[in-house]
């Protein structure tokens, strides 16, 4: 692959057509403060599909002063569904599903729950 080629990586849902290489559900996401919040244009980012890495090429330190600069953003809403979710919902490595359910059903998804 060229290393011009262009990948989409996102820690939100996609829908449509995608052409190339794909990577969804990073964690932790941005919104949690992950270190996909910090990319910046220009940053190189090594994508390994076969041992299922990315990497981003951003030392540590100023990795780590991105990250004490950065400011989560304010929620659109802060009642109803969204302010459990946000609240609740586990990020994608830990299944993404409501903290208060863990260890209260067994791994059973019915077919037509998407």
């Known amino acids: 692959m060229s290393s ?15 052409y190339g290489t794909v990577v969804l559900h990073t964690a932790p996401e941005a919104a949690a403060g992950g270190p996909l919040a ?7 980012i090594t994508l390994d599909v076969a041992a299922r890495t990315l990497h981003l090429h951003v030392d540590e330190a100023e990795l ?9 953003p304010a ?5 109803g569904y969204w302010k459990l979710y946000i609240d609740h919902v586990l990020q994608a490595d830990e299944g993404a599903d409501l903290d208060f359910l863990r260890g209260k059903r067994g791994d059973f998804v019915p077919r037509d729950n998407h």
Not at 75 to 79: G, H, I, Q, R, Y
């Open 4 to 18: 011009r080629q262009k990948y989409r990586i996102s820690d939100a849902r996609m829908s449509g057509t995608a």
């Open 38 to 44: 910090v990319v910046q244009n220009g940053d190189q």
């Open 64 to 72: 780590a002063a991105r990250l004490a600069r950065w400011q989560a």
């Open 75 to 79: 929620p659109a809403l802060t009642s």
